[in-house]
């Protein structure tokens, strides 16, 4: 038992520095759910997050977490290592709450019109966006519709390049940089209608 | 580094859902349970179901009682 233990926790600190491609050609190698187990662990939070962001709603939050992990474990021979897991992830799951929310609004073009229809001339700086009060990005972050608040996730909670987005949103570089523009206008929008700053 | 309030944003709901992890965890194993079993069903029975749909549409049935097929199975046996 003593020697169950040891060995647990050594294979668990091991695993706890792998990094995350690693963890999964392991996992496709043997099947042991020690690595699956791993990834969720690190990513389940993550996931979470942008789940209940995008779907407002606790119960479909978790649910959403439990389809897509599912969807994950399901797809992971198909994960090619073009890219980084996470990237790969996070695409998943933003698919997964944008197909949600379209199913339930049945228009879908409901993204489409999101980012357009309110130009401000001034570029707005990252900084804005960056250092605002969480409680106000809270409350800018329920307000703004479901395209600009998930362009905002990814490239600033995910840190996404401008051709992951790209990949995740199925468009071009340049159209990428656009909508990106305009959620930005857009956000500063929505915060000026609320706190008149 | 560069002051980032939506990775705060994130922590925040990553430390909420601490105390969820392990039920939704639970929910995730359930489901791949239920896919594996069912892919096992398929796994164990398929070729059966097959072959009944095969006999049934005529292809005829090798029959393993034959002394052909007990000589091949036992070679070194009289």
């Known amino acids: 038992m003593f020697i169950d233990f040891i060995y647990a926790l050594l294979s668990g600190t091991s695993l706890s520095k792998m990094k995350d491609e690693e963890i999964v050609k392991e996992y496709l190698a043997t099947q042991n759910s020690r690595y699956f187990d791993q990834l969720y662990n690190r990513y389940s939070g993550k996931v979470y997050g942008k789940c209940i962001s995008l779907l407002k709603n606790e119960a479909a939050a978790q649910d959403a977490v439990q389809e897509i992990f599912v969807k994950i474990l399901l797809n992971l021979s198909k994960f090619s290592g073009k890219s980084k897991f996470s990237t790969w992830l996070y695409s998943i799951s933003y698919n997964f709450c944008i197909d949600t929310i379209r199913r339930k609004k049945k228009n879908p073009n409901s993204f489409a019109d999101d980012i357009t229809g309110h130009e401000i001339a001034d570029d707005v700086d990252d900084k804005f966006l960056l250092e605002m009060n969480i409680e106000r990005l809270k409350v800018i972050m329920d307000r703004v519709p479901i395209g600009v608040k998930s362009i905002l996730l990814m490239k600033y909670q995910d840190e996404m390049s401008i051709k992951e987005i790209g990949a995740v949103l199925s468009k071009s570089e340049s159209a990428i940089k656009m909508k990106i523009k305009r959620a930005k206008q857009k956000f500063k929008k929505i915060h000026y209608e609320i706190y008149k700053e | ?78």
């Open chain 2, 1 to 78: 580094m560069k002051p980032n309030n939506f990775k705060s944003l994130e922590n925040e709901q990553v430390n909420k859902f601490e105390s969820k992890k392990e039920h939704v965890k639970s929910k995730v194993d359930g489901s791949i349970g239920l896919i594996k079993f069912i892919g096992n069903i398929f796994e164990l029975y398929l070729p059966q179901v097959l072959g009944v749909f095969g006999y049934m549409s005529g292809n005829p049935r090798r029959n393993k009682s034959s002394p052909e097929n007990t000589e091949k199975k036992y070679p070194n046996t009289k």
